[in-house]
């Protein structure tokens, strides 16, 4: 019987020993109820984060219709593709759509609207001018500025007559307030640098609003605003900028700066940077007492600042005397921005006054500004001429074949500042006025330029200056049969939102007898200033 009892025990507990799936189990008391709290554990865990999916999904759907109300097709004007993107779309991951939404929120945090180019309403002038040459020099400020368009203030060391009409053509005219307690020293130069130096922080203490750019200049400074504004549009008006040029005389660059902005020709000054030069120029004026001038003077300031000359060609200082058409014929690349010291220059053309022939310039730029003074560099083959174009300005026609690297350099026909020096004393390249009476040329000067409405193009006129020419010897055509070249010229607004290059220009037929025609333009694909 106990043999027997026995059996029945061991045959029950193998029973108990084994799953209902037959698999035998862990022997031991002290395990058995683990199976059962990994189970409910893995539940809870697995609930959990369905619950937290769910939540999770909802919120990507509200977020993406709350973030983007626009559908595509709204956005693009299209109507029937846009289904087929969305249904596509529906078979994404909601987790990608929901990854999606957060970069593209995140492109939108990171790329903030561009603010407006800047215009010619935010820029305020300041003109530095004498009392003693108003009358003279204000002619001028008439010639570039207008009262309806521009902001301005014109300071004097005194008062003058200000007419009626003078307040419908110039800016409004202060007395520049009294520097007697600041030091000067220096006994070659006028305390009126002082004054003149001060221009910037007075003009900004008169609170204007929506200013960007405070722009400086002389009573004999004439800019040409469109390309002003051109120049500007390519800086940040809200990080500090101290903007202008050179001198064209190496000995005032030494004696000076080659890092000073040279007031003549003109010079900008960012908003923000104006309201730091306000807070310590008095100060930073009273250390340098023996500086000569107002430049000097604004460019310490600007060094104990620590911000640089930022350096743009088309200021012209024009330090020379004489003739300026060397200067003017080979402009460099870029936008003509001010002409300065217009009272010691010869008049730009020829037989007219300074202020006429001022105004005269002013006919072309009101057609294509950005293309005045531009030089174009291209041959007569069948002639063997070299013509030279300065748009707006005058044509040049030489005869034999000049390179490109010659023409376009300056031919010396203005002297130096200094006139004991020659021409090593520039700040740049120059070439000498031919002395073979068969390489002088012929300078045709523009008369007239309008527009051809029909083509969308100008059309410029430039007649020959009739000075006598020295006989030459070489058996070749003679420019000198020419009376008239018309130059044909479509214009390029955004000539100077590209990389900086010449225009092309290419003679055309001329039907009619003594006159030349030449197109200028872009440059077409491989089309090369060569013979």
């Known amino acids: 019987m106990k043999d027997a009892k026995k059996d029945s ?62 559908t595509l097709s709204t956005r693009t004007g299209i109507t029937s593709p846009p289904s087929i993107l969305n249904q596509t779309a529906e078979t ?67 008062r003058v007559k200000y007419s009626p009409e003078d307040k419908q053509t110039l800016p409004p005219v202060r007395v520049s307030s009294d520097t007697s307690n600041f030091a000067y020293t220096n006994r070659q130069g006028h305390r009126s640098a ?85 807070k310590m120029q008095d100060r930073c004026i009273q250390r340098y007492p023996g500086l000569y001038g107002s430049d000097d003077r604004m460019q310490a300031c600007m060094a104990e600042l620590g911000v640089p000359l930022t350096k743009e060609l088309g200021f012209h200082q024009y330090d020379v005397y004489g003739n300026l058409f060397g200067l003017l014929a080979a402009h460099p690349i870029t936008p003509l921005v001010s002409l300065h010291h217009l009272d010691v220059v010869e008049p730009i053309f020829p037989n007219v006054t300074r202020v006429e022939a001022l105004q005269r310039l002013m006919l072309p730029v009101k057609l294509d500004s950005a293309g005045i003074m531009q030089q174009s560099i291209c041959y007569d083959k069948s002639k063997s001429w070299t013509i030279s174009v300065s748009w707006g300005f005058a044509v040049q026609i030489f005869r034999g074949i000049f390179s490109p690297r010659e023409i376009e350099m300056p031919s010396r026909t203005f002297l130096n500042w200094y006139r004991r020096a020659d021409y090593t004393a520039y700040a740049f390249n120059t070439r000498p006025v031919s002395r073979n009476p068969c390489q002088k040329p012929f300078v045709f000067y523009m008369s007239k330029v309008g527009m051809d409405s029909e083509l969308n193009q100008t059309v410029s006129e430039y007649e020959r200056h009739r000075v006598p020419h020295p006989p030459c010897r070489w058996k070749m055509a003679n420019p000198g049969a020419l009376e008239m070249v018309i130059v044909n010229k479509k214009p390029d607004p955004h000539l100077w939102d590209r990389s900086p290059r010449r225009n092309c220009c290419r003679v055309m037929e001329s039907k009619e007898p003594g006159t030349m025609v030449v197109n200028v333009g872009v440059c077409k694909d491989g089309e090369v200033s060569e013979v």
């Not at 040459?133 to 014109?154: A, D, S, T």
């Open 194 to 278: 002082i004054r003149i130096s001060r221009i910037v922080t007075e003009t900004l203490r008169l609170k204007m609003d929506n200013v960007r750019w405070f722009v400086m200049g002389d009573d004999d400074t004439v800019f040409i605003t469109d390309n002003l504004i051109r120049i500007l549009r390519k800086y940040d008006h809200t990080q500090y900028y101290y903007i202008g040029s050179l001198s064209e005389s190496h000995i005032q660059n030494i004696f000076f700066s080659y890092g000073m902005a040279y007031g003549g020709g003109g010079f900008a000054i960012s908003y923000p940077l104006a309201k730091a030069l306000a």
């Open 92 to 158: 994404t991951s909601p987790l990608l759509r929901h990854r999606d939404v957060r970069e593209k929120l995140a492109v939108a945090v990171q790329m903030p609207n561009k603010p407006k180019p800047t215009e010619i309403q935010d820029i305020v002038f300041g003109v530095a001018a004498s009392s003693k040459l108003w009358q003279q020099r204000k002619e001028y400020i008439k010639i570039w500025y207008k009262p309806n368009k521009m902001r301005g203030v014109v300071w004097l060391d005194d």
């Open 9 to 70: 025990e061991m045959v029950w507990d193998q029973i108990q020993m084994r799953s209902p799936s037959g698999n035998p189990l862990v022997l031991g008391h002290s395990t058995r109820p683990i199976p059962k709290l990994m189970v409910w554990l893995i539940l809870f865990v697995s609930v959990t984060y369905v619950v937290y999916t769910l939540k999770l999904l909802t919120a990507s759907v509200h977020h993406t219709s709350d973030d983007f109300p626009f």
